[in-house]
């Protein structure tokens, strides 16, 4: 069974603030990870992916892979009060099945 | 632009109704999916289908069938509704792994 676990929070954090949401997986063979984000009553949108290990940039948001530790984060600087959602980690193995797996998410709260 | 559109926001079914579940894809994706949402449970996969009149049970098909006769449009069918089956449905699609998923259904079945 192939498992991705997240902590599911809230995480709250000042505006202006990082905040850093985690994940881990069980399946050593996964080879892409992607983070969503979720707004409450919405579905999920996509907003980074990672395939090799180290750090991959976009904007406000890094996306931190290691594979060893089979561990995968997500870091959002200069927090926004509309960063405030529900972020999904999903992870896909390799093989041609291009099924990810979802953890049910962690709900960030970021306060004015 | 990415566009994946369910065919229904809101829906209210009765107990034994046979119901259907839309979701039209844009994208020209071979990978469609049919998930369910529950507080505190995730997202779990109900049915996956990778072309064309082809499909895979997920990890709770129990109660669902799904059709694809065509690439861009992948059903999903409750056969006898039941009030367990009150949840949020969305459809994804996706190439190599990025999921871009529809509006969304919130089904409830009294």
């Known amino acids: 069974q192939k498992e991705v676990e997240q902590n599911s929070g809230p995480l709250s954090v000042p505006e202006g603030a990082i905040a850093s949401l985690n994940c881990t997986y069980s399946?050593?063979?996964?080879?892409?990870f992607f983070w969503y984000r979720q707004y409450s009553g919405k579905s999920p949108e996509l907003i980074m992916f990672?395939?090799?290990?180290g750090d991959k940039e976009d904007g406000r948001f890094t996306a931190q892979l290691n594979k060893a530790s089979q561990y995968v984060s997500l870091l959002i600087r200069d927090s926004q009060p509309s960063d405030s959602a529900t972020y999904l980690c999903a992870v896909m193995a390799s093989g041609g099945s291009y099924i990810p797996t979802f953890g049910r998410g962690t709900s960030l709260i970021v306060h004015p | 632009d990415v566009k994946v559109t369910q065919s229904s926001r809101y829906l209210v079914k009765r107990t034994g109704e046979k119901v259907f579940l839309e979701c039209v894809q844009d994208m020209d994706h071979e990978n469609m999916f049919w998930y369910r949402q529950d507080p505190g449970l995730g997202l779990r996969l109900i049915y996956f289908?990778?072309?064309?009149?082809?499909?895979e049970k997920g990890d709770i098909p129990e109660g669902y069938s799904v059709s694809r006769e065509k690439k861009e449009r992948f059903s999903l069918i409750l056969e006898s509704a039941s009030t367990n089956q009150t949840s949020m449905y969305l459809c994804?699609?996706?190439?190599?792994?990025?999921?871009?998923f529809g509006q969304g259904t919130r089904l409830t079945v009294v």
């Open positions: 990672i395939y090799s290990n």
């Open positions: 994804a699609s996706s190439l190599r792994g990025e999921a871009f």
């Open positions: 399946d050593r063979g996964s080879q892409s």
């Open positions: 289908s990778y072309d064309v009149k082809m499909k």
